[in-house]
Every structure is written in structure tokens, then in C-alpha cells.
């Protein structure tokens, strides 16, 4: 599975440097919603491989992330290209959704 834990201090690195599209999923343990998404993140993270990269950042122990990016509900997924944030999606939604986000910046 291509999915990577990321953190504070790892983020730049890992996101924001990475030579492909990043699917960014913002989540905690307590997020019910967050664990709903959590096998449709993990099943795009299988058919992108290689084209696209998921990472899982926990908003509770990294929220230096979560204030630079604004975040005020999760789940959110953020979308970056080239170190720049190019769509977000807030809340649990079908995979298509997701699809539809992440075909335009591969």
C-alpha cells in the first residue's frame, strides 16, 4: 500500500517536495468519517501508484499542518502539485469525488 504517515516535520519534505500529486488526507482517531474514507483513500492510493502519492497526517499530534492549511473540519483531503495546493475536499464523499479532484493535476 502506497500510503505514508506524514507529520509536522516531515510534511515539506514528503508533500511538498514530491515530484508527483499528493492526496493529502487530514484525520484524527476520533473522526468517524475520517475511518469511513479511510478504505476509499487506501484502494485510490493501489490504482495511483506510482502516478500519485496518498499520505495520512493526524490532525491531532501535527497541528501545525492543520493551522497553515486552514483546516477546520475533517476529513479533508487536500490535493498538491508541485508544492502548491491546487483543490481540497472537506467531508466523507464517494471515491468518484476524489476521482474527479485528483485526474485534473496528474
Same mark, same amino acid.
Given at each position: ?8 516535520? /516531515?510534511?515539506?519534505?514528503?508533500? =511538498? ?8 488526507? =487530514? *484525520?484524527?482517531? *476520533? ?5 469511513? &474514507? ?5 484502494? &485510490? ?16 499530534? /501535527? $497541528? ?6 486552514? &483546516?477546520? /473540519? &475533517?476529513?479533508?483531503? =487536500?490535493?498538491?502539485?508541485?508544492? #502548491? ?9 464517494? $471515491?468518484?469525488?476524489?476521482? #474527479?479532484?485528483? #485526474?485534473?493535476?496528474?
Amino acid at each position: 500500500m502506497a500510503i505514508t504517515e506524514v507529520t509536522d516535520q /516531515n510534511f515539506n519534505e514528503i508533500v =511538498l517536495q514530491s515530484d508527483i500529486p499528493v492526496m493529502v488526507d =487530514l *484525520w484524527a482517531a *476520533w473522526c468517524g468519517p475520517c475511518k469511513m &474514507i479511510h478504505p476509499i483513500i487506501d484502494e &485510490i492510493a493501489q490504482e495511483y501508484e506510482g502516478k500519485a502519492l496518498m499520505v495520512k497526517l493526524d490532525v491531532d499530534s /501535527n $497541528k501545525e499542518t492543520a493551522i497553515k492549511y486552514g &483546516i477546520r /473540519n &475533517i476529513p479533508t483531503v =487536500l490535493f498538491i502539485k508541485n508544492g #502548491e495546493l491546487v483543490d481540497k475536499q472537506v467531508g466523507a464523499v464517494p $471515491k468518484k469525488k476524489f476521482i #474527479e479532484k485528483l #485526474e485534473p493535476i496528474l
